[in-house]
T-cell receptor
Framework: DARVTQTPRHKVTEMGQEVTMRCQPILGHNTVFWYRQTMMQGLELLAYFRNRAPLDDSGMPKDRFSAEMPDATLATLKIQPSEPRDSAVYFC?????????????FGPGTRLTVT | RKEVEQDPGPFNVPEGATVAFNCTYSNSASQSFFWYRQDCRKEPKLLMSVYSSGNEDGRFTAQLNRASQYISLLIRDSKLSDSATYLCVGSSGYSTLTFGKGTMLLVSP
């Protein structure tokens, strides 16, 4: 049963610290998304990649957030420096572009708390 | 204004009841629509697609009204296991999805 995996599942850190979240998409999926979910805003798209190339990161605060795909099996989202308002659940999702591309498979999320 | 809007609920219904959710969308360029389900503290998962002609999957029926720009989800014979948040989702056709904030359903014994 193929799944998207994310690490860590939970992260508590102090304001100003760097946070790195990792995602392993489903093997064969060439499109990877990063979302942030909060009670106030719901699910927001931060960035996405196709074939490891960034296509859109307009949803991401550029000054502190960065997203990369070093290889086809790993996507990373970094926050530096972190702030309390970054506290949220960060989801990674993947899909196979061109084949039912609307069905995105989500990972379990990283629950981030910045104090 | 958010592109996809939903009543956050919660909708409290007894087992066996029929419940319906609506959502409205503002982007007329949206081509495809879906319902995702999210259990408490879990990730969203695709529930079903929404077609203008209607789409039925067991106890679930989804409908799209393009003229009025709304999408509906009907759940018949509610089960306790249907308790979750239901996310209305639109797509402009470039793989990106726009999620509503969700409608919470609580089914009680």
């Amino acid at each position: 049963d193929a799944r998207v995996t994310q690490t860590p599942r939970h992260k508590v850190t102090e304001m100003g610290q760097e946070v790195t979240m990792r995602c392993q998409p489903i093997l064969g999926h060439n499109t990877v998304f990063w979302y942030r979910q909060t009670m106030m805003q719901g699910l927001e798209l931060l960035a996405y990649f196709r074939n490891r190339a960034p296509l859109d990161d307009s949803g991401m605060p550029k000054d502190r957030f960065s997203a990369e795909m070093p290889d086809a099996t790993l996507a990373t989202l970094k926050i530096q420096p972190s702030e309390p308002r970054d506290s949220a659940v960060y989801f990674c999702a993947s899909t196979e572009s061109g084949a039912r591309s609307y069905e995105q498979y989500f990972g379990p999320g990283t629950r981030l708390t910045v104090t | 204004r958010k592109e996809v809007e939903q009543d956050p609920g919660p909708f409290n219904v007894p087992e066996g009841a029929t419940v319906a959710f609506n959502c409205t969308y503002s982007n007329s360029a949206s081509q495809s629509f879906f319902w995702y389900r999210q259990d408490c503290r879990k990730e969203p998962k695709l529930l079903m697609s929404v077609y203008s002609s209607g789409n039925e999957d067991g106890r679930f029926t989804a409908q799209l009204n393009r003229a009025s720009q709304y999408i509906s989800l009907l759940i018949r014979d509610s089960k306790l296991s249907d308790s979750a948040t239901y996310l209305c989702v639109g797509s402009s056709g470039y793989s990106t999805l726009t999620f509503g904030k969700g409608t919470m359903l609580l089914v009680s014994p």
